[in-house]
């Protein structure tokens, strides 16, 4: 009798780590500027407070934020003071401090509010190199016509003009790699898109007025 009851509480015990690992939250990996070209608002913003509203099998966190800039968005919310996310990480929802950084939020809008989560992209401030803060600035709007494909293992391919081979995958030193940090992929006078690192003529005239 005991070793039956033994079993099906293994049973039982494995059935609950497969649901949960099923009903865990999975994202591709995604170049910053697929982010933000992705979502209706870029935005940097300090969260000043949270709430969780009961509403969802699982409930859903409001974030109050304070937002600093907005960097892509302005034809949907001209200011951002809430950002929704599921309150369970299964599900996707995001986790941000308090009164503590400022955050690169991106989202998408749904019924007039910005929605986040794990997928998205979303960093510290100070974590981001200066080229993906000039991407946020710029550059990455310029390459939203570009397609950058992901290569995970050799021989990888571009199979159009508008394409730029992304290896970062390949790198023994992990994710966010080189090209993430240092690349966009924007398009060039003769039409086709290339990974650009370089410094522009913008560039040159904000040099000292780079967000910090």
Same mark, same amino acid.
């Given at each position: 009798?005991?070793?039956?009851?033994?079993?099906? /509480?293994?049973?039982? @015990?494995? #059935?609950?780590?497969? &649901?949960?690992?099923? =009903?865990?939250?999975?994202?591709?990996?995604?170049?910053?500027?697929?982010?933000?070209?992705? @979502?209706?608002?870029?935005?940097?913003?300090? #969260?000043?407070?949270?709430? /969780?509203?009961?509403?969802?099998? !699982?409930?859903?966190?409001? &974030? *109050?934020?304070?937002?600093?800039?907005?960097?892509?968005? !302005?034809?949907?919310? +001209?200011?951002?003071?809430?950002?929704?996310? =599921?309150?369970?990480?299964?599900?996707?929802?995001?986790?941000?401090?308090?009164?503590?950084?400022?955050?690169?939020? *991106?989202?998408?809008?749904?019924?007039?509010?910005?929605?986040?989560?794990?997928?998205? !992209?979303?960093?510290?401030?100070?974590?981001?190199?200066?080229?993906?803060?000039?991407?946020?600035?710029? %550059?990455?709007?310029?390459?939203?016509?570009?397609?950058?494909?992901?290569?995970?293992? /050799?021989?990888? !391919?571009?199979? @159009?003009?508008?394409?730029? /081979?992304?290896?970062?995958?390949?790198?023994?030193?992990?994710?966010?790699?080189? +090209?993430?940090?240092? &690349?966009?992929? #924007?398009? +060039?006078?003769?039409?086709?898109?290339?990974? &650009?690192?370089?410094?522009?003529? %913008? =560039?040159?005239?904000?040099?000292?007025?780079? =967000?910090?």
């Amino acid at each position: 009798m005991k070793s039956c009851l033994l079993l099906a /509480l293994l049973l039982f @015990s494995l #059935v609950c780590l497969m &649901y949960q690992a099923s =009903d865990a939250c999975s994202c591709a990996m995604s170049h910053p500027q697929d982010a933000y070209c992705h @979502s209706d608002i870029v935005i940097r913003a300090k #969260v000043v407070g949270k709430k /969780l509203l009961d509403d969802g099998p !699982f409930g859903t966190l409001r &974030y *109050t934020v304070k937002q600093m800039k907005m960097y892509k968005g !302005f034809d949907k919310i +001209q200011h951002v003071q809430y950002v929704y996310t =599921d309150e369970s990480e299964s599900m996707c929802g995001v986790k941000l401090d308090i009164n503590k950084y400022q955050y690169l939020i *991106t989202g998408r809008v749904h019924d007039g509010k910005l929605y986040t989560g794990l997928c998205n !992209f979303n960093e510290r401030w100070e974590r981001l190199s200066l080229a993906q803060k000039k991407g946020i600035n710029h %550059r990455y709007q310029l390459g939203c016509n570009c397609r950058i494909k992901p290569c995970h293992s /050799l021989p990888c !391919f571009v199979t @159009s003009k508008n394409e730029c /081979l992304w290896t970062d995958m390949l790198s023994h030193f992990g994710f966010p790699g080189y +090209q993430s940090r240092n &690349y966009a992929c #924007v398009q +060039q006078k003769e039409g086709y898109c290339s990974w &650009y690192r370089g410094m522009s003529a %913008r =560039d040159k005239l904000n040099i000292n007025t780079t =967000d910090p």
